[in-house]
Structures are given as structure tokens and as C-alpha cells.
């Protein structure tokens, strides 16, 4: 398997057609690709490629991520997608080993999130992990701030300053995703 990083107007029609199939969203199935590309245009798409130049597995990192916490804003690359065509293969174990190198080489400070029942895969993974903070993280839905669906942050590559800000996290100090 070959790692590969593309922007998302360097993704074939077939790339961007197999992204969609594999994250399997019904909102985006219909998606036209000049839309995708302007709907991820703050994104790139990591993967590793098979000999045959299929996609394997991919995730995606956003950069256009911004918490507030205590009336500051801070930006983080988000690392999201995670999905494989063949599970139980090791390959996201691969991707995530890849991208943790790569966010720290360009000293992207990167998180994620995950569901409880993912812990065990991402421990596997070496991923630092923040149990049950992800639900003090609060979105706008209409004009109500709600918790996050997810369980935990997923530390890709962070300062300490901003590891022990996330970790400070609750539901008396919440964050707040600025969109």
C-alpha cells in the first residue's frame, strides 16, 4: 500500500465517487463532484493506495476546525473519515501511523473523535486518548448549543498547553465549535 495526499480538486471523479460510496452518508450520495470539491475546499484527503491504484482506506483532515474555549479561539487540523475498504487488514492502523508522522512533521496540531467502542482500535493505534471529553464540546443546532455524538478526543499531534486545555474539558468548561 502506497500513502498518498490529495487536495480535494486533485481527486478524479472516480476517486471522489469512491470516497462517497465508502463514507456511505445518504445527504452526500448525489453529490456532483465540483460541489465536493467546494464543500471540502478546506481539506485534504489522506489514503493509502493499493497496487492497482484503489483506494484502501482514507481519512480526511479539516482545517477548518476552530473550538472556543473560555472566550478564545483556538484552530486544530481535524482528522475525520477514518473508513476502509477491507476491514480487520490493519490498514487504518497504517493510514493513522502515516498521518500522526505527517501532522508532526508539518506540525499540524490535529484531533479527532470517537465513540466509546472505538477506544480499543485507536489504544492499538498508540493515539492518546481524552476519555468522555468530546461531549463537552458543544455545536449549533438552529439556535441551541448541543453536546458532541461522540465520546472522546483523539490526540493526533498537540502542545501540551492545548492537550491539558482539552483536558480541562467538562460540563462546567465546555468548547464551543465555531463554524
Not at 495526499?5 to 463532484?33: A, F, H, Q, R, Y
Not at 455545536?139 to 498537540?158: R, T
Amino acid at each position: 500500500m502506497k500513502y498518498q495526499i490529495k487536495k480535494p480538486e486533485e481527486l478524479t471523479e472516480n476517486e471522489i465517487k469512491i470516497i462517497l460510496n465508502l463514507w456511505d452518508i445518504s445527504e452526500w450520495d448525489s453529490m456532483e463532484p465540483s460541489y465536493f470539491c467546494s464543500f471540502f475546499k478546506d481539506s485534504e484527503f489522506h489514503f493509502l493506495i493499493d497496487s492497482e491504484g484503489k483506494i484502501g482506506v482514507l481519512m480526511r483532515l479539516n482545517f477548518d476546525f476552530i473550538l472556543e474555549i473560555s472566550n478564545k479561539k483556538y484552530h486544530f487540523s481535524e482528522a475525520v473519515g477514518l473508513v476502509s475498504a477491507q476491514e480487520k487488514k490493519g490498514y487504518g492502523k497504517e493510514l493513522i501511523k502515516y498521518i500522526i508522522d505527517n501532522v508532526i512533521e508539518r506540525n499540524l496540531e490535529s484531533i479527532g473523535f470517537c465513540l466509546s467502542e472505538l477506544r480499543p482500535f485507536y489504544d492499538k493505534c498508540n493515539i492518546n486518548i481524552l476519555h468522555d471529553k468530546a461531549k463537552a464540546i458543544k455545536e449549533k443546532s438552529g439556535s441551541e448549543w448541543i453536546p458532541s455524538d461522540d465520546d472522546d478526543i483523539l490526540i493526533f499531534h498537540l502542545s501540551d498547553e492545548k492537550k491539558e486545555l482539552l483536558n480541562q474539558l467538562s460540563s462546567e468548561n465546555n468548547a464551543y465549535l465555531i463554524q
